[in-house]
């Protein structure tokens, strides 16, 4: 029997969300905007951009794929978002960014990104084993996004489908879109880190411990 099993369970309008039904967590629905996180950011982390071009080949940390021929650096931002450029970005050797968004085209990451990772439009990310992101992680837009290496930090799902095969260390929490729990999900199971369904769908294919389940709407799917 697929599972998810929760350490603490938080109490909504003086229910607990084992009295609700597994499938319908609350008929309302809570949406954080992403520009309501991007405001958060601080304003000098944007001075310095840098645009992916694919010029020369796949490497992240080539210069000649970008436009201006640099590679970002710790403080700036890098942007992916041109689907229709055939060489799309792959972390093979460990990177720093300030932050990173990709709206369109594909980032794959099988080292570590060190960064705030915003997806968007039909940007796709995917963490493969053995790649990690430090940082928060948000995933939005339509095209869906993978993650079986290690989040270091925040998820957020808002939007399209995120696939969880990794581990997540910080708290999880769903505002719109699907998050799917696949075999090797591994979200982070301390009492003092929320899982957080506020919108959207979980859909649990295996079995994940989670620490803290709180929420106010959305959906879980129990698989079988």
Same mark, same amino acid.
């Given at each position: ?9 938080s109490?909504?309008?003086? #229910?607990? @969300? !084992?009295?609700?039904?597994a499938?319908?967590?609350? !008929?309302?629905?809570?949406? /954080?905007p992403v520009? $309501?996180?991007? =405001? ?9 951009d ?9 490497d @992240?940390?080539? $210069?000649?794929n970008? &436009?201006?021929n640099? !590679?970002?650096g710790?403080?700036?931002?890098? #942007? ?13 050797? =460990? ?6 968004? %990709? ?7 099988n ?6 990772? /915003?997806t ?14 430090? $940082? ?10 993978s ?5 270091? *930090? ?19 929490? %769903?505002? *719109? *879109?699907?998050? &799917? ?6 979200? !982070? ?5 929320? @899982? ?5 769908? %979980? ?6 411990? %989670?620490?803290?389940?709180? *929420? ?9």
């Amino acid at each position: 029997m697929l599972q998810v099993r929760a350490r603490e369970i938080s109490r909504v309008n003086g #229910r607990s @969300f !084992a009295q609700m039904t597994a499938s319908r967590l609350l !008929a309302s629905s809570a949406l /954080i905007p992403v520009a $309501g996180l991007l =405001a958060l950011m601080p304003t000098q982390a944007f001075a310095q951009d840098a645009t992916w071009d694919g010029e020369a080949n796949t490497d @992240f940390e080539n $210069g000649t794929n970008w &436009n201006g021929n640099v !590679a970002p650096g710790a403080a700036a931002t890098a #942007r992916i978002n041109n689907d229709a450029i055939a060489n799309q970005p792959v972390i093979d050797l =460990a990177q720093t960014t300030a932050f990173t968004f %990709v709206s369109g085209g594909s980032l794959t990451i099988n080292n570590a990104l060190t960064s705030t990772v /915003i997806t968007s439009g039909t940007g796709v990310l995917t963490i493969n084993a053995g790649g990690s992101v430090n $940082g928060l992680v948000s995933i939005g837009g339509v095209s869906p996004s993978s993650n079986a290496g290690t989040i270091n *930090g925040t998820l957020i799902v808002g939007g399209s489908v995120m696939s969880n095969a990794g581990s997540v260390t910080g708290p999880t929490t %769903v505002n *719109g *879109g699907t998050l &799917n729990l696949n075999a090797g999900s591994n979200l !982070a199971d301390s009492p003092a880190v929320d @899982f957080s369904v506020n919108g959207g769908t %979980v859909n649990v294919n295996t079995i994940d411990t %989670v620490g803290r389940l709180t *929420g106010t709407g959305g959906t879980i799917n129990f698989g079988s």
